[in-house]
């Protein structure tokens, strides 16, 4: 499959995130005005998994799909369309689903990995150099004898101040 098909190929695709300083309700009123939904597609919108939106758009109407929606107060992704679902599967990574199962949510095991790899950002190896810290044992003094500051001692008058005692409810 050629670039030039790949382009032509894009999804918009909505997981129920708003822009900053719009609410819930602003944003789910605006989306029923723009997409004139009912409550069961709002509901599905607003699910927490991803949604594609429209399918098999060119770069230029799939910028205009974002633009509407984030005038709406939507955040949207684009993406690749078949060609990207097609290049996950053979990387073994599952394509989001559309449509909401009735089937209960799962949680991934500790330790999963929840990005797929193209979502991972690639970060440096840091070199620290750990050889001069040590660790003091619990209920010791932090700071050495030669680093601790005198404080002077503080007098405080206070003869002015009574204590009642407290009232009682009866």
């Given at each position: 499959m050629s670039d030039s098909s790949l382009d032509s190929s894009l999804e918009i695709v909505f997981r129920g995130d708003i822009v900053s300083g719009h609410t819930m309700v602003e944003v789910r009123d605006n989306l029923r005005e723009l997409f004139k939904a009912d409550d069961a597609q709002l509901a599905k919108l607003?699910?927490?998994?991803p949604v594609v939106i429209r399918r098999n758009?060119?770069?230029?109407?799939?910028?205009?799909?974002?633009?509407?929606?984030?005038?709406?107060g939507a955040v949207v992704q684009v993406r690749q369309g078949d060609g990207g679902a097609k290049a996950a599967v053979q990387a073994g990574?599952?394509?989001?689903?559309?449509?909401?199962?009735d089937e209960?949510?799962?949680?991934?095991?500790?330790?999963?990995?929840?990005?797929?790899?193209?979502?991972?950002?690639?970060?440096p190896a840091v070199n620290l150099d750990v050889a001069?810290?040590?660790?003091?044992?619990?209920?010791?003094?932090?700071?050495?004898?030669?680093?601790?500051?005198?404080?002077?001692?503080?007098?405080v008058?206070?003869?002015?101040?009574?204590?009642e005692p407290?009232?009682?409810?009866?």
């Amino acid at each position: 499959m050629s670039d030039s098909s790949l382009d032509s190929s894009l999804e918009i695709v909505f997981r129920g995130d708003i822009v900053s300083g719009h609410t819930m309700v602003e944003v789910r009123d605006n989306l029923r005005e723009l997409f004139k939904a009912d409550d069961a597609q709002l509901a599905k919108l607003f699910s927490g998994r991803p949604v594609v939106i429209r399918r098999n758009l060119d770069e230029e109407s799939a910028k205009r799909y974002q633009q509407a929606m984030e005038r709406a107060g939507a955040v949207v992704q684009v993406r690749q369309g078949d060609g990207g679902a097609k290049a996950a599967v053979q990387a073994g990574v599952q394509p989001a689903e559309d449509d909401i199962s009735d089937e209960p949510w799962t949680l991934f095991p500790v330790g999963a990995d929840l990005l797929r790899p193209e979502e991972r950002i690639k970060q440096p190896a840091v070199n620290l150099d750990v050889a001069n810290i040590s660790v003091a044992p619990a209920g010791s003094d932090v700071l050495a004898a030669n680093e601790r500051r005198e404080q002077p001692p503080v007098d405080v008058d206070t003869s002015h101040i009574d204590l009642e005692p407290a009232p009682t409810s009866e």
